[in-house]
């Protein structure tokens, strides 16, 4: 799977838009991007994943570059419950199922 | 829907014994479960894979016969920590995919073991 890369901390005050931001150059034609967090002594959540498309459900947004070589995660109204560790993966799709590869993420902080 | 549960949520045990955790996927059917561990401050780490039925695959640099992991059934996977030492305190999560969307894996909450 290829590699991401991640700034590791970002602040973003309450109400606003949070825009956690992830490269992943290498990636290749049939890798998704996959996004993922962890709040504090919890399990992780998944919250979104794309290929090429843009994509939106209820917790977020994911915007892909055109070359798919870096995207940003958008939770469009930050609350205090969203202060947690933000993990951007690239992996195939395969038919069955494999671990993931978590790097360090992105602590994002949401200041009241 | 999709809820992964983990038993016990934190322990504490002595050195030399043996600790198990159950993971269970309480209203959807795991053909595949993960576990995975996460030292202080740092990021998950994978240590093995467990496919309902048959032996586990393990990562590299974990030793599977400290790490037993048990999936009887489509709902459980257990893992046994055998004969833990201090250096095995961690956070220990697992995951499970559904047979149907292999897309996702939900995680359960973790268990914190404390060896002393």
């Known amino acids: 799977d290829a590699k991401t890369t991640q700034p590791p901390s970002m602040d973003c005050a309450e109400g606003r838009a949070a825009n956690l931001p992830c490269n992943h150059s290498t990636i290749s034609g049939n890798e998704y991007v996959y996004w993922y967090r962890q709040i504090h002594s919890q399990g992780p959540q998944y919250i979104i994943h794309g290929l090429k498309n843009n994509e939106t459900n209820e917790m977020a947004s994911l915007i892909i570059t055109e070359d798919r070589k870096s995207s940003t995660l958008i939770l469009p109204h930050a609350t205090l419950r969203d202060t947690a560790v933000y993990y951007c993966i690239v992996r195939v799709l395969r038919g069955g199922a494999d671990g993931l590869t978590f790097g360090k993420g992105t602590h994002l902080i949401i200041q009241p | 829907g999709a809820v992964v549960s983990q038993h016990p949520s934190w322990v504490i045990c002595k050195s030399g014994t043996s600790v198990k955790i159950e993971c269970r996927s309480l209203d959807f059917q795991a053909t595949t479960m993960f576990w995975y561990r996460q030292f202080p401050k740092q990021s998950l780490m994978l240590m093995a894979t467990?496919?309902?039925?048959?032996?586990?695959?393990?990562e590299q640099g974990v030793e599977k016969d400290k790490f037993l992991i048990n999936h009887a059934s489509l709902t459980l996977s257990t893992l046994t920590v055998t004969s833990a030492h201090p250096e095995d305190s961690s956070f220990y999560i697992c995951?499970?995919?559904?047979?149907?969307?292999?897309?996702?894996?939900?995680f359960g909450p973790g268990t914190r073991l404390t060896v002393l």
């Open positions: 995951s499970a995919s559904r047979q149907i969307n292999y897309n996702e894996q939900f």
């Open positions: 467990s496919n309902e039925g048959s032996k586990a695959t393990y």
